[in-house]
């Protein structure tokens, strides 16, 4: 079973960078889409962004133009850039493959997840 591994959170304060990656553990047939959700307190999970296998991003509109999602194939691994980060960017953020294994059955991974929090 393909598993991801989270990393790149902590502490950060207001306007400031941090950069998020996802491994996965091994490769799959296909990754048809990668994401990023995030959790806040006492709030529901939420869509960040995602990515096709394509290249193809999509994002929430509170994030737009500060965070940049991106994948590299070779590696089997997935970033997310943030910038400009703001309070309310604090959650436990998860990454998400969609995809198909060598069994060629569909597959749905989470990972553990990793904390942001921004504060001064």
């Known amino acids: 079973q393909v598993q991801l591994v989270e990393s790149g959170g902590g502490l950060v304060q207001p306007g400031g960078s941090l950069r998020l990656s996802c491994a996965a553990s091994?490769?799959?047939?296909?990754?048809?889409?990668m994401g990023w959700y995030r959790q806040a307190p006492r709030k529901e999970r939420e869509l960040v962004a995602t990515?096709?296998?394509?290249?193809?991003?999509d994002y929430a509109d509170s994030v737009k133009s500060r965070f940049t999602i991106s994948r590299d194939n070779v590696k089997n691994t997935m970033y997310l850039e943030m910038n400009a980060m703001k309070p309310e960017d604090t959650a436990v953020y998860y990454c998400?493959?969609?995809?198909?294994?060598?069994?060629?059955?569909?597959?749905?991974?989470w990972g553990q997840g990793t904390l942001v929090t921004v504060s001064s």
């Open positions: 990515i096709t296998s394509g290249g193809s991003a």
């Open positions: 998400n493959l969609v995809g198909v294994d060598f069994g060629y059955r569909s597959l749905e991974v």
């Open positions: 091994r490769r799959v047939f296909r990754i048809d889409t």
